[in-house]
């Protein structure tokens, strides 16, 4: 290998690290573990539906790459499922370098008809699963971290918890906001012992919970030209920030909100003087 290949795995590669990317099945878990496997890493995903975990960790383990991926059942919707998962983990590794926190989902209904259950579901996946997950692993972490070389915590949050935009999904919009701000608060919280704690706020992927305005290839066109780099985002774009972040390149980056959207968030039609 030369010497800037050599240079490269050192910052970016993920030989010998464990991690766990829940939702990892589907979206941007599923690019995630992708990315993660590529690098050297053994990656364990996780959501709901076991077997299309089972079957996507075949097919990414097909693509050749240096590490490993395996899939099994896990549920961050209630307490006992975040207990049943943690105890699962554990079954598996002492020791847990990354922990993506990427199951979510969402509810889309009018202002004048969004029912009072869409949060309490909501909030329960997006917000307390992911916090208490990260609880219930954070010895799992400990174990793996270093001065040098912590372990990581990524948290899935989006850009509409970062401009006041609901399109209809106001409790997913409200729980990554509340996200972002859990992550400021961990990375706080957990920094003594050498873990790192950030979110993306990613734009427009193509999901499964996009998938309705994003599965066909000319609706993703025309949901990227309201973009500002006039698409949405690609595999390669979270895969590569989440190499950065989870590999020793981001090892001094913790409570950060990196915007994955192609400048959404900074996007803006305010023109206080163009008429002065």
């Known amino acids: 290998m030369e010497t800037g290949e050599r240079y490269l795995e050192s910052l970016f590669g993920l030989s010998g690290k464990t991690a766990l990317v829940t939702g990892g099945a589907t979206g941007i878990g599923r690019m995630i573990a992708t990315g993660f496997a590529a690098a050297g890493a053994r990656v364990l995903i996780a959501s709901r539906k076991g077997e299309d975990c089972a079957r996507v960790a075949d097919e990414i383990n097909a693509l050749g790459g240096s590490g490993s991926v395996g899939g099994f059942t896990g549920d961050v919707g209630s307490e006992e499922g975040v207990a049943a998962l943690a105890a699962e983990v554990k079954t598996r590794t002492d020791r847990l370098h990354i922990l993506v926190n990427n199951a979510g989902v969402s509810w889309g209904a009018p ?15 997006n917000v307390a699963g992911l916090f208490t997950l990260t609880r219930e692993l954070t010895p799992l972490l400990v174990s793996a971290a270093s001065g040098e070389d912590p372990a990581r915590v990524l948290n899935l949050g989006s850009v509409m918890g970062t401009q006041p935009v609901a399109e209809g999904a106001y409790s997913y919009a409200s729980s990554k906001a509340a996200v972002h701000h859990l992550t400021r608060i961990l990375a706080e919280e957990l920094a003594a012992q050498h873990i790192t704690v950030n979110a993306f706020a990613p734009g427009p992927f193509q999901s499964k919970m996009t998938a309705f305005a994003t599965a066909r290839d000319d609706q993703a066109e025309r949901v ?8 949405i985002g690609a595999p390669d774009d979270v895969a590569g920030a989440a190499l950065f972040l989870c590999g020793r390149a981001g090892a001094y980056v913790t409570g950060a909100i990196l915007p994955l959207d192609g400048g959404l968030s900074v996007k803006h039609d305010s023109r206080i003087f163009q008429d002065a």
């Open 224 to 231: 990227g030209r309201h973009v500002p780099l006039g698409r």
């Open 111 to 125: 202002y004048e008809s969004f029912p009072h259950a869409a949060w309490a579901k909501v909030m329960s996946v």
